[in-house]
Structure formats: structure tokens, C-alpha cells
């Protein structure tokens, strides 16, 4: 029997405008502004935020912070500003279609920076797939990495989890065991699973949204959203149970699912009071999963589940951030940071529905306001020099054409990490990702990214 094989490639994009462009020369300076503090929860007011091409040079009161003459100086009374946001599971990158389409409504939302997650299966059937996963003990005890769509955990917690597993292995379809998954929770071994997940810090991706859109999918069909203008028919045609098997269409598996959500969310709960450490993740663009727009739900999702609406912010700030190593730059509104800004109309700690009301975007030293943003953003993008990233799917290779600076990791034909120069250096460095798929019989798909950090699931993260 083949086993699955799951390789996780998570692409940290850097979703900004002014990759493609100069950045601006002058100084911008946010004054009177509340800065959001997602580390405390402390909001600021009456601050002035600088900001010279891709840093914040300083920050404090606007009382005794100086702001240069040559300043595009941004009256900011009334506006809360929050980091730049991360969607930690995002499929932006399988075609050369979806980043023209996809990465200026991330900018428009707030999101900078994602977590491309490419899974290469085989055998991937029901059966096959579950019986992989439970086999394995890795996703409980591996150490510093993620767990995406809660995969795995009303199994484990079941108190009939042997005879459920052995289920999946005969066969069984993973939906025909919704409710029994629901009915057998066991907080006792639960508990045991979480404890683990905190000691071996291993994070959680729940990808609510998805989770959510599933079984309501008939409701949202219904709803006419709004958001669907942004989709090509393409993507949401192959949202129906005709084209996507995953999709539940009897009126008891659905039934089933939706009370499989509302336990999830009850997990999700346990698992954060449990210390359980959390990312959004959205799974764009599965059914409802709009890009950028959805990571907004996500956070909802995650203050119904029991999050208040800061530690919700914190699952698309600091702790990505913190998960890859890279908090002295990102994360939050601090000097020396990189300057990925979200100037909000509303507090986010009051109701993180907030996060919507976006009034503008300042990425890496360009400040982009609602109407450009509302417009064809797409258009401004200029072309620069770039340079080369190639990765080959079935293969599992990665490799650069073109000089840089600093390290990047990949993932190669042998599953062993390799450092490449390039990629990585203190400012986003345009680069151009070839994507070639040989079991699609599809190569030279390529498309334009800022910057790109990939990593291994099977290396330590930076």
C-alpha cells in the first residue's frame, strides 16, 4: 500500500504594491493616531507614527515627536492603526492566474504576508489518507510546527478513537463518523492531546472558514455575497458537490457537518484556554474563502469560538510572526519595524469586525488610500527586474536563477533542507516564481511575487 505523502510548502509572500514600484522618497507621518498595541492590548492615543520607506523610524506622542518638513503628514484623529495582517493558509499560487487576481485584494484587506500551503498527495483516498494520519504520531508530538484544519483531533479525543480509526482504515468515509466524532468527545483525552500541542509547541492552523462554509454552503449559495464580483466563474463553479467530492451533499452528511463545526469551534476554544498556541488560516479560495476578504471571517470565527477580539487579532499579527522567527521585523506597530500599516476607522478591541473598516494601507513606504485601493490596483503595478524561483511539484526541487542576498530555504528532491542566497534580505526583493507541473501536464506558469520564504515541514523554521 503507498502511503500519502504530504509536503507542506509554505510560501511567506510579501503582498505589497511597492514591490513593483519606487519607493516614495518622503517621510509619511500618521499624527493624533491610537496605536493598537497586539502584544498588551493597550491602545495608544494621540501618537505620530514615521514612517521612511519601509521602517518605522519613530513613534510617540504627538505631542514631542518632530515631523519633517518634507512629510506627506496623514491627520489621523479617530483612526486606530494595527500591523499589517497574515492569512497563514492561503492556494495562491497553483496557477499563473491567481496572483494577478488574488494579490491586490490581500493588499486591499490589510494582508501583506501569507502562508502558501502547496500539499502534494498521493493515493489520496479516504481510507489511505486516514489511516496515514493515524498511524502517525507526528502530528501530536512533532515539535515547532502547525496543524491545519484541526485534522485529526475529535479523532484522537474520541473515547471509541481505536474503533473509529479501524473504521477509516476498512474504508469508511471520514463524514459517516461526523456525528459519532461529536457524540464520543472526551475532554479527559482531549486534554492529553492539547498538553502535548503546548509542550512540543506545536501550532494550530483551524481554518474556520472553510470548516464553516462546507456544510452552509446552500445558505451562502443563497446569501448572493457580494464578494463573489471578485471570483472568476472558474473557481466558484468548481465550489458545487458536481465537481468537488470533499463537498457534502446529502441532507445528513451536511447535518452532520454542521454539528461537526460547532463542536470544532468548541475545540478551538478548549485548545486556546489549553495554551494552545493559534494562526489564521483561511484556505482561500476553497468555497467562500475569498482572498484577503475572508481572513477578516476567520478572525470572527475565531472571537465566536471564544477568542476575545485581541487574542483574534494576535492569530494574524504577532503569532506568525512569532512562528517564523521573524517578530523583530513584523508583528506589530514599533520603531525599526517594517512599515506594513492598517489604519482602521473603528477599534478592533472593541469588535473585530473593526478590521474591515480599513481606510487605507501603507506598504513598505507607499501609502495607498481607500479609492485607490478600491480601484484597479493591479494597474499601477510597474515592472521591475526580478529574480528567478523555480518550483517543481511532483519533484519537490526548488532552485534560484538569479544572485541575491540572505537565505532562503527550499525544499529539494531529496526532502532535505537547502539554503539558496536570495529572497530574504531586510527589504521585499521582486521575484519571479515559476511553477511547473508535470502530472497536470502543465510548465512555465509563471508569476510575480515581492518576497518569498519558503520552508520545509520536515526542517526547523528560522
Not at 493597550?42 to 513613534?59: F, G
Not at 506622542?61 to 496623514?74: G, L, M
Not at 478591541?349 to 485607490?372: C, H, P
Amino acid at each position: 500500500m503507498k502511503k500519502l505523502l504530504t509536503v507542506v510548502l509554505l510560501a511567506i509572500i510579501a503582498i505589497t504594491q511597492s514591490a513593483w514600484s519606487q519607493i516614495s522618497g518622503n517621510p509619511i507621518a500618521f499624527v493624533h493616531v491610537s496605536v493598537v498595541d497586539v502584544r498588551s492590548g493597550e491602545t495608544k492615543p494621540d501618537m505620530t507614527v514615521l514612517v521612511w520607506k519601509n521602517r518605522i523610524i519613530q513613534i510617540g506622542s504627538s505631542k514631542t515627536v518632530h515631523v519633517p518638513k518634507n512629510a506627506r503628514t496623514i491627520d489621523a484623529r479617530a483612526k486606530y492603526l494595527i500591523p499589517g495582517l497574515w492569512d497563514m493558509h492561503v492556494h495562491s499560487l497553483w496557477d499563473a492566474n491567481r496572483p494577478p487576481l488574488f494579490f491586490p485584494l490581500f493588499l486591499a484587506n490589510g494582508l501583506y504576508r501569507g502562508a502558501e500551503s502547496c500539499l502534494l498527495r498521493h493515493s489520496r483516498g479516504s481510507a489511505e489518507r486516514w489511516n496515514s494520519f493515524c498511524r502517525s504520531r507526528s502530528a501530536r508530538n512533532r515539535s515547532g510546527r502547525s496543524v491545519e484544519h484541526l485534522m485529526g483531533i475529535l479523532l484522537y479525543s474520541s473515547w471509541k478513537s481505536d474503533e473509529l480509526k479501524a473504521d477509516l482504515r476498512k474504508g469508511t468515509n471520514i463524514n459517516q463518523i461526523n456525528s459519532q466524532l461529536v457524540d464520543t468527545y472526551d475532554p479527559s483525552r482531549a486534554a492529553v492531546l492539547y498538553a502535548l500541542f503546548v509542550k512540543n509547541n506545536t501550532w494550530q492552523v483551524p481554518t474556520l472558514t472553510i470548516r464553516h462554509a462546507r456544510p452552509y454552503l446552500q445558505e451562502l449559495q443563497a446569501s448572493n455575497d457580494p464578494r463573489l464580483k471578485y471570483m472568476p466563474s472558474t473557481i466558484v463553479e468548481s465550489w458545487g458537490p458536481h465537481v468537488d467530492q470533499r463537498q457534502p451533499a446529502s441532507p445528513e452528511v451536511i447535518a452532520s457537518r454542521k454539528r461537526l463545526f460547532q463542536k470544532e469551534l468548541e475545540v478551538v476554544a478548549s485548545m486556546h484556554r489549553a495554551g494552545v498556541k493559534l494562526f489564521a488560516g483561511t484556505d482561500t479560495p476553497n468555497p467562500y474563502c475569498f482572498p484577503g476578504f475572508s481572513l477578516h471571517d476567520e478572525l470572527g470565527f475565531m472571537v465566536q469560538a471564544g477568542l476575545t477580539p485581541l487574542e483574534a487579532l494576535q492569530t494574524a499579527t504577532i503569532n506568525p510572526a512569532e512562528f517564523l522567527g521573524l517578530s523583530k521585523i513584523f508583528g506589530t506597530v514599533e520603531k525599526d519595524k517594517i512599515a506594513d500599516l492598517v489604519p482602521l476607522d473603528a477599534n478592533p478591541l472593541e469588535n473585530i469586525a473593526n478590521t474591515k473598516r480599513i481606510v487605507a494601507v501603507v506598504s513598505s513606504g507607499r501609502l495607498l488610500d481607500r479609492k485607490t485601493l478600491d480601484g484597479q490596483l493591479i494597474k499601477e503595478l510597474s515592472p521591475q527586474t526580478v529574480q528567478e524561483f523555480q518550483v517543481v511539484n511532483n519533484g519537490l526541487s526548488a532552485e534560484s536563477g538569479g544572485g541575491a542576498s540572505g537565505p532562503i530555504n527550499v525544499i529539494t528532491k531529496s526532502g532535505v533542507n537547502t539554503r539558496l542566497a536570495g529572497l530574504c534580505g531586510k527589504a521585499p526583493v521582486p521575484v519571479r516564481i515559476t511553477i511547473t507541473n508535470h502530472q497536470e501536464g502543465q510548465a512555465n506558469q509563471s508569476v510575480s511575487l515581492a518576497q518569498v520564504l519558503c520552508i520545509s515541514s520536515s526542517t526547523p523554521h528560522p
